[in-house]
Nanobody, 115 residues
Framework: QVQLVESGGGLVQPGGSLKLSCAAS????????MGWHRQAPGQTREVVAV???????VYADAVRGRFTVSRDNAKNTMLLQMNSLKPEDTAVYYC?????????WGPGTPVTVSS
């Protein structure tokens, strides 16, 4: 059974940084696309960033230039470096991958940006 576990969330002041990590229980070398999503209170879940097996990345307009997604296939891990955080980045952040035709989600890690 494939499992994803996010970590690294927490409380940070506006302008600060956090680095999220997503650990997979399987070898992600064969996984083409992995992604980070977020869901703010009262809002629908939205995509933040996706990264292909070849390292190409795409970002939501709201985070482009501030967030950087990367993956370490040797460690079966995907990372999200978040800089210049804003209060509107407050949300639960989830990682996701497509495995055997099913979307797999982690339980999420909360990020709160507040002074």
């Amino acid at each position: 059974q494939v499992q994803l576990v996010e970590s690294g969330g927490g409380l940070v002041q506006p302008g600060g940084s956090l680095k999220l990590s997503c650990a997979a229980s399987v070898n992600i070398t064969s996984v083409n696309v992995m992604g980070w999503h977020r869901q703010a209170p009262g809002q629908t879940r939205e995509v933040v960033a996706v990264i292909t097996g070849g390292g190409r990345s795409v970002y939501a307009d709201a985070v482009r230039g501030r967030f950087t997604v990367s993956r370490d296939n040797a460690k079966n891990t995907m990372l999200l470096q978040m800089n210049s955080l804003k209060p509107e980045d407050t949300a639960v952040y989830y990682c996701q991958l497509l495995w055997d035709s099913q979307y797999i989600w982690g339980p999420g890690t909360p990020v709160t940006v507040s002074s």
